[in-house]
C-alpha cells in the first residue's frame, strides 16, 4: 500500500516545453507539500496546501504552479521548462495543519531532466 | 536567522561501532526538531522527532537523538551501527512563517558503514 505516490518517477524534457507531475496520498492528511532536492541534495519546500488552500509559497518562479483538487491530491505543473529545473521533485504529505509538529511522508520522487 | 547545520557532509564508521551524526540549529520560541534518512533513489523517511519531554528522544531502526537546549543541538546517535544504516540523514526543524510554520532541512550527512 503505497501512502504517497508521484508520476511520473522519471521525465525527461526539452527546454520550454510544459510538464505536470501528479501526487496522491491515500493517509488521510490534510497538509501536502512539494520539494525541490537539486544535484547537492538540497532539500528547499516550495509549496504547501492545507485542505486545497495554499499555505505556504515559497519563492518560485511563476512558472511553476501547484493544483490541489482535493486534499488527496496535489499536482505540479512547469510552463516553459529550463535547464535549472533539472532536479528531483518530492512530494509529501502530513497530518500538520499549518503548527509543524507533525512528520512528513515523502514520495519516492520525480527526477526531472530537462535538455 | 532560522537555520539548521549539519556540519558534516560525511562520516565514516566501523559496523559494530556507534555513530553520531550532528545537528545544530538556530529557530525563535521552542525548538521542534525532526531526524529524517534517505536511501538511494527513495524519498525521504521520518525516523524521530523532539517535541517536548525527555531530552533523549528513541526512533527507529535503534537510532535515538539528544536534545541539549543550551547547546541547541540535536545529534542522532546509535549504539552499533549496520552496513544497512549507509544512506544520507537530514536533520530539520520548524521555522515561522507567514501565517504558520515550515520545516527547514540541513543540507544532510552522507553516512558511511564499512563492514
Known amino acids: 500500500d503505497t501512502a504517497v505516490s508521484q508520476t511520473p518517477k522519471y521525465l525527461v524534457t526539452q527546454m520550454g516545453n510544459d510538464k505536470s507531475i501528479k501526487c496522491e496520498q491515500n493517509l488521510g492528511h490534510d497538509t501536502m507539500y512539494w520539494y525541490k532536492q537539486d544535484s547537492k541534495k538540497f532539500l528547499k519546500i516550495m509549496f504547501s496546501y492545507n485542505n486545497k488552500e495554499l499555505i505556504i509559497n515559497e519563492t518560485v518562479p511563476n512558472r511553476f504552479s501547484p493544483k490541489s483538487p482535493d486534499k488527496a491530491h496535489l499536482n505540479l505543473h512547469i510552463n516553459s521548462l529550463e535547464l535549472g529545473d533539472s532536479a528531483v521533485y518530492f512530494c509529501a504529505s502530513s497530518q500538520d495543519r499549518g503548527q509543524g509538529l507533525y512528520e512528513q511522508y515523502f514520495g519516492p520522487g520525480t527526477r526531472l531532466t530537462v535538455t | ?115
Not at chain 2, 21 to 34: A, D, E, R
Not at chain 2, 60 to 68: K, L
Not at chain 2, 72 to 95: E, G, I, M, N
Open chain 2, 1 to 115: 536567522a532560522q537555520s539548521v547545520a549539519q556540519p558534516e557532509d560525511q562520516v565514516n564508521v566501523a559496523e559494530g561501532n556507534p555513530l553520531t551524526v550532528k545537528c545544530t540549529y538556530s529557530v525563535s520560541g521552542n525548538p521542534y526538531l525532526f531526524w529524517y534518512v534517505q536511501y538511494p533513489n527513495r524519498g525521504l523517511q521520518f525516523l524521530l522527532k523532539y517535541i517536548t519531554g525527555d531530552n533523549l528522544v528513541k526512533g527507529s531502526y535503534g537510532f535515538e537523538a539528544e536534545f541539549n537546549k543550551s547547546q541547541t543541538s540535536f545529534h542522532l546517535k546509535k549504539p552499533s551501527a549496520l552496513v544497512s544504516d549507509s544512506a544520507l540523514y537530514f536533520c530539520a526543524v520548524r521555522a515561522s512563517h507567514t501565517g504558520g510554520f515550515k520545516t527547514i532541512f540541513g543540507a544532510g550527512t552522507r553516512l558511511f558503514v564499512k563492514a
